[in-house]
């Protein structure tokens, strides 16, 4: 069934529509590609059932003219959420700009989208960097920054059962793109549980029930396969254009052989010869061709199964609106079929 963007907060909703909210944080390279990606995976999760998608912005993020102008034009400003009705949201990270999230210029509305959303929505996601900046202004609880970023295609496996990885295979493969982490052991303290983990990149998905399900991710399962790619190249051309001291590590785990081969050596030309003009010979046509397939079917049925607890649980919420019929959690891997890069 089809994802449909709605432009203005829900005020009402059917049986058969899910009414969700992204908050889309993304910077303004990622703002576009973020958006088409969430609502790729939405589109292949949602099973029988119409996802009715609001988009909304913060004020408070840096954008380019151009970004603004595309938010004015699509997104409603996230003073709108508070007379919103939805049954769930998502909540995406964005680059760190300051030390410490609380210093961020967007902590204080992050903080009060957290407390909104557990008083008003069924369930929440949050996204890599909007997941640590949850944990701390909900449980106090401090991230820690990375010897280096942690940056590419990682192995997890599942850690607990639940209802929202069932049906999820073995050897899940989750892009992760951070400078920070939340440690399993300080998580387990504060009462969250973790779904998956990697033995490299440590806790991928964990959750803690409130009012509300808080549904965390420190990776990225909604990225397509050219995301990493896209971010790496962009990395090494602010490297060229002296914005960052060092050349950024490759992604791990993402490309074949070949590809690797050839990013080495213009690896040694940037170093050797370091110059913006540089970046048009970055060699994109083979890269492209030579990266690891990300096997998208876990992340679409952990969507799928929070879309069935959105549904499931709404009634208690809204005073029973829940459908008949309303589907449960299903054991069997989705088809991708209908999902497409976003």
């Known amino acids: ?116 959303a557990d008083d008003n929505a069924v369930s ?37 059962d639940h209802p929202l990885t069932s049906g999820v295979q073995a050897g899940l493969q989750i892009p992760h793109s951070r400078w ?37 991710f420190q990776g990225h399962p909604e990225y397509d396969e050219r995301a990493l790619l896209r971010e790496y190249r962009r990395d090494i051309g602010r490297f060229l254009k002296w914005q960052r001291e060092t050349y950024p590590g490759m992604p791990h785990g993402y490309f074949e052989e070949n590809a690797a081969t050839e990013l080495a050596a213009f690896r040694e030309r940037a170093l050797a010869d370091r110059r913006e003009a540089l970046l048009d010979d970055f060699p994109s046509a083979v890269v492209e061709g030579a990266l690891r397939p990300l096997r998208g079917a876990p992340a679409v049925q952990i969507y799928r199964n929070w879309l069935s607890h959105l549904v499931s649980q709404r009634a208690g919420r809204s005073g029973g609106r829940a459908p008949v019929g309303a589907p449960r959690f299903r054991r069997a891997a989705p088809s991708l079929s209908s999902a497409g890069a976003g």
């Open 1 to 116: 069934m089809p994802v449909l963007l709605k432009r203005g907060p829900c005020g009402t909703s059917s049986a058969d529509c899910i009414d969700i909210g992204l908050v889309n944080n993304m910077p303004d390279a990622a703002l576009e590609s973020t958006e088409r990606q969430f609502v790729a995976l939405l589109g292949a999760a949602t099973g029988k059932f119409t996802v009715r998608l609001s988009l909304y912005s913060l004020p408070d993020l840096p954008r380019s003219e151009t970004s603004r102008r595309y938010l004015d034009s699509s997104y409603c400003d996230v003073v709108e959420l508070w007379s919103s009705k939805l049954d769930g949201l998502i909540v995406t990270g964005t680059e760190p700009r300051a030390p410490m999230l609380r210093d961020e210029p967007y902590w204080v509305t992050l903080a009060r989208i957290a407390d909104w």
């Open 124 to 160: 929440v996601v949050w996204s890599c960097l909007a997941a640590h900046a949850a944990v701390l202004h909900l449980d106090g609880l401090e991230r820690h920054l990375l010897a280096d970023k942690r940056f590419g295609l990682f192995e997890c496996a599942k850690a607990a």
């Open 180 to 216: 920070n982490e939340l440690r399993e052991d300080e998580l387990r303290s504060c009462n969250y549980t973790v779904l998956t983990r990697s033995a490299e990149a440590g806790v991928d998905t964990f959750i803690k029930q409130r009012k509300a399900l808080s549904l965390f």
